[in-house]
């Protein structure tokens, strides 16, 4: 029979192994897709790039945003849930917290003059900003936030 403390230790991991698996994708998605700069150390190994023309606009240039919310927003849930007394807020403080950060890194892609003195300048002064992005991460959050709160909704009802 499973105790509370084993279905609490198996949704955390569960919400890690989501969080994982979506930031694989991204980084997938960068990797073999993204025909822009890539990111951090993506550019060391350069494979060829592969081009869908018959992608969607929203798919291509607005997805690395939804990951980003998605996967480090089940990371987090997943390494701070605790009792189901809290992991509701838990689980809104890490969607809401990594919209903020995609938020404010999507923004300042627009503030070229500012962007250009930080140290993420070849990062941010090389992006575009898109409204669309903003949107994808209020997506990503929000979606988010509903499957952890049924993930841990599910796990307090087999306790009984």
């Excluded at 992005?133 to 306790?159: E, H, K, M, V």
Aim: hydrophobic share 50%; aromatic share 20%; glycine share 4%.
């Amino acid at each position: 029979m499973l105790t509370a403390s084993d279905i609490r230790y198996n949704t955390k991991l569960i919400k890690l192994c989501i969080g994982m698996m979506f930031l694989l994708i991204g980084f997938l998605f960068y990797y073999f897709i993204r025909a822009s700069n890539p990111p951090f150390f993506i550019h060391i190994f350069h494979p060829s790039k592969i081009h869908f023309s018959y992608m969607p606009h929203f798919f291509y240039n607005n997805s690395p945003s939804f990951l980003h919310v998605v996967a480090f927003s089940f990371i987090t849930a997943g390494i701070w849930s605790g009792d189901k007394s809290t992991n509701v807020l838990v689980n809104f403080f890490s969607c809401f917290s990594w919209f903020l950060i995609d938020l404010i890194f999507e923004c300042m892609q627009s503030l070229t003059v500012i962007s250009k003195h930080l140290i993420l300048k070849n990062h941010i002064g090389l992006g575009i900003y898109d409204v669309k992005d903003i949107w994808a991460c209020a997506l990503g959050a929000f979606l988010s936030f509903f499957i952890l709160t049924i993930l841990d909704f599910n796990s307090t009802r087999r306790r009984v």
